[in-house]
């Protein structure tokens, strides 16, 4: 399970057809304490580049886009309850939504963790 | 990022790097939003203990003269000249129009007038002071830096250098030595909790501020918690929920103008303002209380129960001490009373929200 990035520091990883969408550690540090998520509902279809969840820090509000398209299959209930756990635990129990991938190749033009440990360098 | 090759900095700014701060551009200063502890820390911090805020970009301006508060009387509806020696008083530029220029600090001390003006407004109010206060010469203190300690720890925090810290009451201010550093302090703040501002010798700055960060109650606040912590307390942002637009009774801030010169006048728009004391306003600047959990911020509509657009939101966020969202707006004078059900268009969807007066905190200033 190869966990891919976006430029938009979202990170993805694929297990089976359905993949875990969340934003990345670095995301998380930029933003600042999390207090509100807005998450999809299950069903809604969404192409790769496009918004899927909103999430709020005390300064601003953040979108949150697909990096790649498909169907939400899932949103974590554990983090509309606790916000904080995307401080927390972005890459793991902090996940936003499970999709559904309709295009697996998507997954090609991301960034692997290599990479994108090089683009945060240039930041 | 921002281009921060063009900014001014603070005699702090080194300081604030060193203690890991996340530097933004704001109004034309290169300034901390926040420390690595975060928003949410920073500001529960300053309410429970004390926090160290660097206002550095701040215009500290002395005005001196013949009669200073009288001349500036023809600037603001505030009552200057009733204000005693060693007072401070919440005011306002205003227009022809009764529209806000700007707010301000004044207070008045033995032998000037010592104001303090917003950092992106503050060339415009110098200039604006400069040619029209007749027979008063209007200096910018670039040399001083100030800083604000708020919080219930900082009367003792100040204390350790000053005994005479606590028999100073909310909205005085005295030149004073503070150990070794003469600084001229007030007790007031911007965070709904007591504390003091210090104007300082810029040189002594970064000295002092290392000195009150070695006091276990101390800890640096930056800009994003002073927004909260001022959300919180009901306090006007200038150029969001003030501005040339919004007249100083739209804006609730009629009890900064006295019996006096509401009967007399005498400052740029005055007419509009007796006008809208008789006749009332067509919208007025209320607390906002989200019913969710989602904030609403700064331009979010707000709608009637018949989807109606009826005001806006002009400061929204979530209140770490409320632990909610909270925000203020402008809304028709009908929708004003507190408790009106409302809704927030956030992301396309109406979000109910009440009115409710302001602030959302309790203030605790010292008597």
């Known amino acids: 399970m190869t966990t891919r990035y976006t430029k938009d520091h979202e990170w993805i990883r694929l297990d089976g057809d359905v993949a875990t969408v969340g934003i990345s550690d670095y995301a998380q540090s930029q933003l600042g ?85 090089a683009y945060l360098k240039t930041l | ?89 919440y005011t306002l530029f205003t227009n022809d129009a009764a529209g806000i220029l700007d707010d301000l600090m004044v207070n008045k001390r033995d032998r000037d007038l010592f104001v303090i003006v917003n950092a992106a407004c503050k060339e415009q109010d110098i200039a604006h002071m400069r040619s029209h206060l007749k027979g008063c010469e209007v200096e910018y203190l670039e040399d001083r830096a100030l800083l604000a300690l708020q919080g219930p720890a900082a009367v003792d925090v100040l204390s350790r250098l000053n005994s005479v810290m606590p028999a100073m009451s909310f909205g005085m201010g005295a030149t004073l030595a503070l150990g070794k550093y003469e600084a001229f302090v007030t007790r007031s703040g911007y965070t709904g909790e007591d504390g003091f501002e210090i104007s300082l010798a810029a040189d002594q700055a970064e000295e002092f501020a290392r000195w009150l960060l070695s006091q276990p109650e101390v800890k640096p606040i930056g800009l994003g918690a002073r927004d909260s912590l001022r959300l919180e307390a009901g ?106 059900p409302l809704s927030l268009m956030v992301r396309g969807k109406p979000l109910p929200a009440r009115t409710c007066t302001l602030p959302f905190i309790t203030k605790r200033y010292a008597k």
Not at chain 1, 88 to 117: C, I, P
Not at chain 2, 315 to 337: E, L, R, W
């Open chain 1, 33 to 117: 304490d999390v207090v509100f998520v807005d998450l999809p509902a299950p069903g809604k279809t969404v192409a790769a580049g496009a918004e899927v969840a909103v999430v709020e820090s005390v300064k601003a509000a953040s979108e949150v886009y697909a990096p790649a398209s498909g169907e939400v299959v899932e949103s974590n209930q554990a983090i509309a309850d606790d916000p904080a756990l995307v401080n927390r635990a972005a890459q793991t129990e902090g996940w936003f939504v499970k999709l559904k991938l309709s295009n697996k190749t998507e997954l090609d033009a991301l960034m692997d963790q290599a990479a994108y440990d």
């Open chain 2, 1 to 89: 990022m921002g281009d921060t090759e063009n900014l001014n900095v603070t005699p702090l700014n080194a300081l604030h790097r060193e203690l890991g701060a996340r530097m933004v551009p704001f109004a034309g200063y290169d300034m901390p939003v926040q420390y690595p502890t975060g928003i949410l820390t920073e500001h529960k911090h300053t309410r429970a203990a004390a926090g160290l805020f660097d206002v550095s970009h701040m215009g500290q301006v002395k005005i001196t003269g013949a009669d200073p508060a009288k001349a500036l009387e023809a600037l603001v509806p505030g009552d200057i000249v009733a204000l005693d020696v060693g007072k401070m008083r």
């Open chain 2, 235 to 340: 306090l006007c942002l200038y150029g969001h929920d003030i501005d040339t637009t919004t007249t100083p009774i739209e804006a609730g801030l009629a009890w900064t103008i006295s019996k006096r010169r509401r009967e007399e006048g005498g400052y740029p728009g005055a007419a509009v303002v007796q006008k809208q004391l008789k006749d009332g306003v067509s919208r007025k600047r209320v607390g906002i209380q989200p019913e969710g959990r989602a904030p609403a911020r700064e331009g979010t509509e707000i709608l009637n129960d018949k989807g109606e657009k009826i005001g806006v939101i002009t400061s929204g966020g979530f209140g770490p001490s409320v632990d909610a969202p909270v925000a203020m707006g402008y809304v028709a004078s009908d929708y004003a009373k507190a408790g009106t």
